[in-house]
């Protein structure tokens, strides 16, 4: 698990990061937020692939629980950040969900169907499905758990 | 209270800026309401939908309406509304000179240039196939550099060109699948044809589309979310028309 951690965790962490910082460019997003936004999306991935790589379930599990995590997490990072930076949230979480994103899986379905799979366009029209409402799912959590930030430390100011 | 056209105008226009740069619909309707209320119509009535913004005003019997008809990715846009919606919130600025910043925001805003954005493309390719698949060979990454930059470059200019929707995504794809196609006529071995087709799809792929219609469907725009999964389907079918169009040759 380490050596894996600091091999292949390692250089997917930085794959990440340049895939997000690149997906940031295409949607224009402002640049003094290229490299936080960069970060947010490798921490998201980095833990997509943990979790993919310590649970010891079926595919469709592995994919549910592992964006599920991933997409809090990017959530709360991209709540930070836009605290940070004073910048909406979408700019944060938007260029990090590249890598988990179903677009992949979209474009297979329906090639898959147009060249005559279709049992393979099934189980990707699964995926899809799965990943979007998941991902949607993960960031109501993080919603709720920035605002009992928020809560917490406004009150904690009061003490 | 404020003159009450300038009010419906300007709050329609930030409306359809960050309508049509992709903030979800929720956010839309948050920003709107925050402006009026800053203004002093705390109960004005604001009604969004993906392809058009009502504003309406029950102590002056007045409403306004604006149709959306495109809808893009631009984010520069929808910080640069938050920011003019945050200084009028703290009355830095008054609504005439947020009227007058907002169409300007509108016209003209600071973007990457076109050699930026064909090396995002570039090094979203790579990244994302190399993260995907773990496919690495040098033929590999030179393929899927090439075709992921010369199928975002062609959806780019078909976008701004021709002002087609779903045009660009099947014309870019269908570039994609080409030089996929002639790399794997040019080498022998060491050549994963899948592989270099889905990191060079990712910079066209409506993967965030998706997850934005589940979004607005779950915040209760029964309407929009919806609307916004069909805008996601048609060219998730482009893009795999355009790969499949090439498929059939190997």
């Known amino acids: 698990m380490w050596h894996w951690l600091f091999t292949t965790g390692l250089l997917q962490t930085i794959l990440a990061y340049l895939a997000t910082a690149g997906f940031g460019v295409l949607l224009n997003i402002p640049r003094r937020a290229v490299n936080l936004s960069g970060w947010v999306g490798a921490a998201g991935w980095l833990t997509y692939e943990v979790l993919y790589q310590v649970l010891p379930t079926t595919i469709d599990v592995k994919l549910a629980i592992g964006n599920l995590v991933a997409a809090i997490v990017i959530g709360v990072a991209s709540g930070l950040a836009a605290h940070y930076k004073q910048m909406p949230m979408i700019i944060f979480n938007i260029p990090s969900l590249v890598p988990l994103v179903p677009g992949g899986q979209s474009y297979r379905v329906v090639r898959n169907l147009v060249t005559g799979h279709p049992e393979i366009a099934n189980q990707y029209l699964a995926q899809v499905v799965i990943i979007a409402g998941v991902i949607a799912i993960g960031f109501l959590v993080a919603e709720f758990i920035n605002r009992m930030t928020w809560h917490l430390a406004a009150s904690l100011k009061q003490l | ?250």
């Open chain 2, 1 to 250: 209270m404020t003159e009450p056209k300038l009010l419906m105008q300007t709050t329609l226009l930030a409306g359809a800026i960050l309508l049509e740069n992709g903030a979800e619909i929720a956010r839309v309707e948050d920003t709107m309401h925050r402006i009026a209320t800053n203004a002093g119509y705390p109960d004005a009535q604001i009604f969004v939908l993906l392809t058009g913004i009502t504003v309406s005003l029950p102590e002056t019997d007045a409403s306004q309406v604006r149709a959306i008809h495109q809808r893009g990715m631009d984010l520069e846009k929808v910080d640069q509304v938050n920011t003019l919606s945050r200084q009028f919130a703290n009355q830095t600025i008054d609504l005439k000179q947020f009227a007058e910043a907002l169409a300007r925001v509108n016209q003209a805003v600071p973007t990457f240039p076109f050699s930026w954005l064909v090396i995002a493309a570039l090094v979203v390719s790579v990244t994302l196939m190399v993260a995907f698949t773990g496919h690495a060979t040098p033929t590999d990454l030179i393929t899927c550099g090439l075709a992921g930059m010369v199928g975002f470059a062609a959806y780019y200019w078909v976008n701004r060109l021709a002002h087609i929707r779903f045009l660009s995504e099947f014309v870019g794809a269908f570039l994609i699948g080409l030089i996929t196609l002639i790399g794997s006529y040019l080498t022998q071995n060491n050549y994963h044809p899948d592989a270099i087709i889905i990191g060079a799809v990712m910079p066209l792929v409506p993967g965030v589309a998706i997850t934005n219609a589940v979004r607005d469907t779950m915040t209760g725009n029964l309407l929009s979310g919806p609307a916004r999964a069909i805008e996601a389907i048609l060219s998730a079918c482009a893009i795999g028309l355009g790969i499949a169009l090439t498929s059939i040759f190997y």
